[in-house]
Structures are given as structure tokens and as C-alpha cells.
């Protein structure tokens, strides 16, 4: 009689069965176990780690302040690097108006920023600051970056940093064109309109308009001074008040 499974002794069938689950489970532990030995060989080897951070683009940023103000450090690992968390700490600088960040299939980082530009000036507590294209302020320091500056609008007569900071988120929002008439912008408080401004135009006229309306009233929907000056031509001085523009013929 041919040999089968029905003449199989059932204690050795049990027993030959386990020995195999036995074996599949040696051998799954020494592939595990030799797969978490060469994981834990790699990250704690300098190969998985950032290799170097280069960053393009700065002029006026130091490069040092943008490397204490992200989160990659020359310990981090690369292919963990969460690219958006990153250009969202580098914009948070007030100097940068973009950003950008590509690490290559070894390690190495370039940050690539575009700063922004000034498009004014203020004097506040003897210190210098820049008014940038972003809305943000940011003192200048170094005298050539101070000679720079001397082309742009002329903030003046403001007493605390927080109206200071007001103003320019106001003010990047005006349109270029009218920032170009501008010479100085003085703050000229009066009893009943505190935050009123003197906005000294290049044509030697005034316009006249609150820190708080400076975004709304200074755009060419609200104000169109182009167009004012060409309608009222004797007018030196121009009061934006609420929804209507007052004006005033020269002295």
C-alpha cells in the first residue's frame, strides 16, 4: 500500500507542522532584526544627515540670522525635512518676501529668498528704519544701507513702534505710483484726529489722511490725485476725510 497523508502518524504530522511555524518565525525575527540593525546603522551614520546649507539671494539679511531662524540643523535628516514648515519660518523674517528650499539625493540644501525692498524711511527713538514692500519694519544699521534710503518717502514725527508698524502695513498697499510722489509723511496729531498724516508731495502740494486709511483712502478708487489736481488745479492741499476729499487752494 502506497504511502499518504492517512498513514501519517498525526503526532508527527503535529509536530512537523510546528517545527516549520517555528522555523518561518526564526527566520522573520533574524530578517527583522537584521533590517532594524541596518536602519539603526544608517541613521546614526552621517550618510542620512544634512551635509551642507547654502543660501542664495541675501544682501541685507544676514545670512547667520536665517540659519538661528529655521528648524534644519547640520544633525537633522534630510528626507525628513518638511520643506513648507521651513519656507514658512524663513518668510517670517521681515526682510524676506520669498522663499524657496531644494535638497539634493545627498544631503545638501540651498535656500533660495528674495528680500524685500524698501519703499520708505523712518526716524524713531534715533533709530533708522526701512519700510519694506511686504509691509513690515526693519532697522538699518549700516550707514551705506542708510545713504540708500535717503531717495524714499521720509517717515517722520511718529512716537511709538507699534503706530510705526501700522503705518507701513498700510502703506505697502498704496500703489507704487503714488509712493513715487511722496517725499516725506509726517504725523501731524491733531486734538480731534490724533493719527492724522502730512504727506508732503514732490509737486509741493499736501495730502492729508489718517494711519488707519492710509491702504483704503491712498488708491486710485478712493483717491485719485492724478485726477484731483487736473480737476482742481489752484489746490495745494488735499484732506481725505471719511469717504469724501476736501480741498484748498494755495497760500
Same mark, same amino acid.
Given at each position: 500500500m502506497s504511502y499518504n497523508e492517512y498513514n501519517e502518524n498525526p503526532v508527527q504530522k503535529t509536530y512537523k507542522q510546528r517545527k516549520k511555524k517555528k522555523l518561518k518565525r526564526k527566520v522573520k525575527?533574524?530578517?527583522? =532584526?537584521?533590517?532594524?540593525?541596518?536602519?539603526?546603522?544608517? =541613521?546614526?551614520?552621517? %550618510?542620512p544627515r544634512v551635509k551642507s546649507i547654502k543660501i542664495e539671494g541675501v544682501h541685507q539679511t544676514p545670512q547667520q540670522e536665517i540659519l538661528k531662524h529655521i528648524s534644519i540643523k547640520?544633525?537633522?535628516?534630510y528626507f525628513f525635512?518638511?520643506?513648507?514648515?521651513?519656507?514658512?519660518?524663513?518668510?517670517?523674517?521681515?526682510?524676506?518676501?520669498k522663499a524657496s528650499i531644494d535638497i539634493d539625493l545627498i544631503g545638501n540644501v540651498v535656500i533660495g529668498v528674495e528680500e524685500a525692498t524698501p519703499i520708505a524711511y523712518?526716524?524713531?527713538?534715533?533709530?533708522? %528704519?526701512?519700510?519694506n514692500d511686504i509691509g513690515r519694519?526693519?532697522?538699518?544699521?549700516?550707514?551705506?544701507q542708510r545713504d540708500e534710503l535717503k531717495v524714499l518717502p521720509y517717515i517722520q514725527n511718529f512716537q511709538s513702534k507699534t503706530m510705526l508698524e501700522e503705518f507701513a502695513r498700510g502703506f505697502y498697499k498704496v500703489p507704487t505710483l503714488m509712493q513715487n510722489e511722496m517725499s516725506d509723511i509726517i504725523l501731524e496729531p491733531q486734538a480731534a484726529d490724533p493719527t492724522r498724516l502730512k504727506c508732503l508731495m514732490k509737486d509741493n502740494k499736501v495730502v492729508y489722511v489718517r494711519v488707519e486709511d492710509v491702504a483704503t483712502k491712498l488708491n486710485t478708487h478712493q483717491?485719485? %490725485?492724478?485726477?484731483?489736481?487736473?480737476?482742481?488745479?489752484?489746490?495745494? %492741499?488735499?484732506?481725505i476725510e471719511g469717504r469724501n476729499v476736501y480741498t484748498r487752494s494755495c497760500q
Open positions: 525575527v533574524i530578517i527583522s =532584526l537584521f533590517i532594524f540593525i541596518m536602519i539603526t546603522m544608517f =541613521l546614526i551614520s552621517d %550618510y547640520p544633525s537633522s535628516y525635512i518638511n520643506k513648507e514648515k521651513v519656507i514658512k519660518e524663513i518668510k517670517q523674517l521681515p526682510t524676506i518676501k523712518a526716524s524713531l527713538n534715533n533709530k533708522i %528704519y526701512a519700510i519694519i526693519v532697522e538699518v544699521r549700516q550707514s551705506k483717491f485719485s %490725485y492724478e485726477a484731483l489736481k487736473n480737476e482742481h488745479k489752484n489746490a495745494c %492741499y488735499f484732506s
